[in-house]
């Protein structure tokens, strides 16, 4: 139980500290080995708890002393496993909550980047059509007024994300739980 307890110790502080590339499968090692030892405990526990009964009468009444030590011992055991199991289920939730607030950082960058390229694609595109009647199509400078269109654009969008959305428009931060 006490390796038990610090390998789980060890597993939060790795998802919680840094970011760890085996920490999943860490995880779904000691939720089995957690789920191994309860399906050992559980069984003898319930065989200690009819023995104890004394409905048959197999060990001297002396002797029941040391069989209830054994069962208090095998039902902390179970106990403690069904606690790892649930804080290890706690655990999971955690890493998962962790990689998913990471992600949507990601996918936020990725958004805004995706409408600023996307108003500069419309501005030039709109300006590759061969029509006299655009504004700035005649003049001589229109592959400048483009560049200056597409430019302007685009400051005023990453000025509006950084104060509306919060996004940096740059590679996100870490998390402090990493």
Same mark, same amino acid.
């Given at each position: 139980?006490?390796?038990?307890?610090?390998?789980?110790?060890?597993?939060?502080?790795?998802?919680?500290?840094?970011?760890?590339?085996?920490?999943?499968?860490?995880?779904?090692?000691?939720?089995?080995? $957690?789920? *191994?030892? &309860?399906? !050992?405990?559980?069984?003898?526990? +319930? =065989?200690?708890?009819?023995?104890?009964?004394?409905?048959?009468?197999?060990?001297?009444?002396?002797?029941?002393?040391?069989?209830?030590?054994?069962?208090?011992?095998?039902?902390?055991?179970?106990?403690? $496993?069904? *606690?790892? &199991?649930? !804080?290890?289920?706690?655990?999971? +939730? =955690?890493?998962?909550?962790?990689?998913?607030?990471?992600?949507?950082?990601?996918?936020?960058?990725?958004?805004?980047?995706?409408?600023?390229?996307?108003?500069?694609?419309?501005?030039?595109?709109?300006?590759?059509?061969?029509?006299?009647?655009?504004?700035?199509?005649?003049?001589?400078?229109?592959?400048?007024?483009?560049?200056?269109?597409?430019?302007?654009?685009?400051?005023?969008?990453?000025?509006?994300?950084?104060?509306?959305?919060?996004?940096?428009?740059?590679?996100?931060?870490?998390?402090?739980?990493?």
């Amino acid at each position: 139980m006490d390796h038990l307890s610090e390998r789980v110790e060890e597993l939060e502080n790795s998802i919680f500290t840094r970011s760890s590339e085996g920490a999943l499968q860490r995880l779904f090692s000691i939720k089995k080995d $957690v789920l *191994t030892l &309860r399906r !050992l405990a559980a069984p003898e526990r +319930d =065989a200690l708890h009819v023995l104890l009964r004394q409905e048959i009468p197999i060990f001297e009444p002396e002797n029941v002393a040391y069989l209830q030590d054994v069962y208090d011992h095998i039902v902390r055991v179970t106990e403690n $496993v069904d *606690t790892y &199991r649930d !804080l290890l289920s706690g655990v999971l +939730d =955690a890493y998962l909550s962790v990689q998913s607030n990471s992600l949507n950082q990601i996918v936020k960058v990725l958004t805004t980047a995706s409408i600023i390229l996307m108003v500069a694609s419309l501005i030039t595109s709109f300006y590759g059509i061969n029509a006299e009647t655009i504004p700035g199509v005649t003049l001589s400078i229109g592959s400048l007024w483009t560049l200056f269109l597409v430019a302007v654009s685009t400051v005023v969008l990453v000025t509006y994300f950084k104060r509306k959305v919060g996004c940096r428009c740059r590679k996100p931060r870490r998390s402090r739980y990493r």
